[in-house]
């Protein structure tokens, strides 16, 4: 009963991750526009929310075969809407 209220207090986030790749930049030149990963995630509050999607980013960034390194420049958490898309 406990794990049933405690996963009802959880929200769906919407979290984007806007972030640069500096060292490519170096060798390409600047994009106009930093990149975007949008994650969604199930957590208690925004601060949750975007703590899980950095790691979730993090995570990735690690997995990632290339060899630049990657800088968050803005994080945007909103609350993931419920129901269909209109």
Do not use: C, I, N
């Amino acid at each position: 009963m406990l794990a049933a209220v405690a996963m009802s207090a959880e929200t769906m986030y919407r979290v984007r991750v806007w972030y640069r790749e500096p060292t490519y930049e170096a060798r390409t030149g600047p994009r106009a526009a930093p990149y975007r990963w949008t994650y969604t995630v199930r957590a208690e509050d925004e601060a949750q929310a975007r703590r899980r999607a950095l790691r979730e980013f993090e995570e990735m960034t690690r997995q990632s075969s290339v060899g630049w390194s990657r800088e968050v420049v803005s994080v945007e958490v909103e609350v993931e809407p419920v129901g269909p898309a209109r």
